[in-house]
């Protein structure tokens, strides 16, 4: 066994030698635009993985593009701020808890398309009976689509967007309480009254980030 994954990690690093070999500085330069580029709350994004890729393909995709754009060997003057955002997505990727609120944003947003897809259905009949015929194969089809990949992608970023700002909103409202504990404030007759302090998500969607406890 170990020398069969010996073998195996061998013949990768001969691929990756061959393919770098035929990287211009042009396409080094391209990657670092990309990385910089990419929507900063979505690890996956900055790999260029799709949302079901396992921790293997995320250890290597990320050497690969790790290599393609390290500052020792790609010129372009944010190879070093690129090759530190790839590092930081694959260290988030890698921590499960990270990554389960990752993807459970991921599944969030597939229920908004699906729900949303589903309206779209009931106005187009051709459609809606197709779908009923292939028992579920038509609604696979489609979400397997650069179409639905695309939504997907930007339903994905709008939704970490809004609970980024739900978690620092929350942040905020703590820091305001922490301030009035060690200061106080009065109130008209001298009484000491706290600020709105607003603990709970009415809508009930709001998905806490993990949180370290070192």
């Known amino acids: 066994m170990g020398d069969t994954r010996s073998s195996a990690t061998a013949y990768d690093d001969l691929l990756l030698k061959s393919f ?6 042009v396409e080094r330069d391209n990657e670092v635009a990309r990385i910089l580029s990419c929507f900063k709350l979505n690890p ?16 290597k995709q990320y050497r690969k593009l790790s290599l393609l754009v390290h500052p020792d060997k790609c010129k372009h003057p944010q190879a070093k701020e690129a090759f530190a955002a790839l590092a930081k997505a694959q260290k988030l990727l890698l921590d499960e808890q990270e990554r389960d609120y990752v993807l459970a944003q991921v599944n969030a947003a597939k229920e908004e398309l699906r729900a949303k897809r589903k309206k779209q259905l009931k106005k187009d ?9 292939d028992e579920g194969k038509y609604d696979q089809q489609y979400e397997w689509s650069e179409e639905f990949q695309q939504e997907l992608k930007l339903k994905v970023r709008e939704i970490l967007t809004d609970q980024e700002w739900r978690r620092r909103k929350m942040q905020m409202r703590v820091s305001s309480w922490r301030d009035f504990m060690k200061t106080g404030k009065k109130g008209k007759k001298g009484e000491i009254r706290p600020p709105k302090l607003k603990t709970e998500d009415p809508n009930k969607s709001y998905v806490q980030r993990p949180v370290k406890r070192g």
Not at 20 to 25: G, H, I, L, M
Not at 44 to 59: G, I, T
């Open 44 to 59: 996956f994004e900055y790999l260029n993985l799709p949302f079901e890729a396992s921790p293997e393909d995320l250890k």
């Open 125 to 133: 009949t051709a459609s809606k009976i197709k779908s009923m015929v």
């Open 20 to 25: 770098f070999a035929e990287v211009s500085e």
